[in-house]
């Protein structure tokens, strides 16, 4: 169940209640390790102090600044993470408000692949832990970390290869169909990764309002599978222009 009102933060105005719909519920079986970590401190004040918390950080990415991080007492699950000392912003937006796109990109993609009976993707549980604040918490400070499940994924080696040798019309198909309905861009090997169970996970899911992206991804798939795709997605292409070249008539 969705929480509702306002999420509040020392020093910093309120946050709608329109982006607090992936907030970590109660009874989440992570919840109770996540306060234990951070209700008498502030773990993600800097890098000394997380990995004092206990946080391995796995890698930080270089283009949002966020890091991934995993701890012992959440089995399962990784952290995806700003820190309060990083000060530098990806276009212009707080580090929280790329961690609510990525679960309002993920539950999008989620119903589709529920009400379509997807076979080859899925997508991770992602949800927003509110930090709980301290006497000397900031307005600068981030509000929150994200909870995401850990989808035990393959190698970058082995993904990229499956993109070039594992991919069928079947699983393009279905891609497809997430793209068309998702819309969303950066659709490339290294933001859909495949899982050590088969399946395809989309886990980087931070632009959920971007144009269809088709082209991310073609050239990861192998040549018979490129102009399979290329054949599908000129549909939906000459579709977009018709559309935006009525819409220009119209004015």
């Not at 982006?19 to 800097?46: E, M, Q, S, V, Y």
């Not at 609510?100 to 999008?108: P, Q």
Request: hydrophobic content about 30%; some cysteine; aromatic content about 10%.
């Amino acid at each position: 169940m969705r929480q509702q009102g306002h999420f509040l933060h020392p020093g910093r105005s309120k946050i709608p209640r329109t982006k607090t719909g992936h907030i970590l519920p109660a009874n989440h079986p992570g919840k109770p390790a996540l306060d234990a970590i951070f209700l008498h401190r502030r773990a993600t004040k800097d890098e000394e102090t997380f990995q004092a918390s206990g946080f391995t950080t796995l890698f930080n990415k270089s283009r949002s600044f966020i890091r991934v991080a995993r701890h012992p007492s959440l089995p399962g699950y990784l952290l995806k993470v700003y820190l309060d000392s990083e000060q530098r912003q990806k276009r212009n937006r707080a580090g929280w408000e790329w961690l609510v796109r990525r679960c309002v990109g993920a539950e999008k993609i989620r119903k589709i692949i529920e009400q379509n009976r997807v076979q080859y993707f899925q997508v991770p549980g992602k949800w927003l832990y509110p930090i709980p604040s301290q006497p000397n918490s900031t307005s600068l400070d981030q509000p929150f970390v994200l909870l995401v499940h850990d989808m035990d994924l393959v190698s970058k080696e082995e993904n990229e290869s499956a993109w070039k040798s594992l991919i069928t019309r079947e699983h393009l198909n279905e891609l497809y169909l997430i793209i068309t309905k998702a819309g969303g861009s950066s659709y490339r090997p290294d933001n859909i990764w495949l899982t050590k169970r088969g399946k395809f996970a989309f886990i980087d899911t931070e632009y959920p309002t971007q144009n269809f992206d088709y082209e991310s991804i073609s050239s990861y798939l192998s040549p018979e599978m490129r102009s399979y795709w290329v054949n599908l997605t000129q549909r939906q292409t000459k579709k977009s222009r018709t559309t935006r070249s009525g819409a220009v008539s119209r004015k």
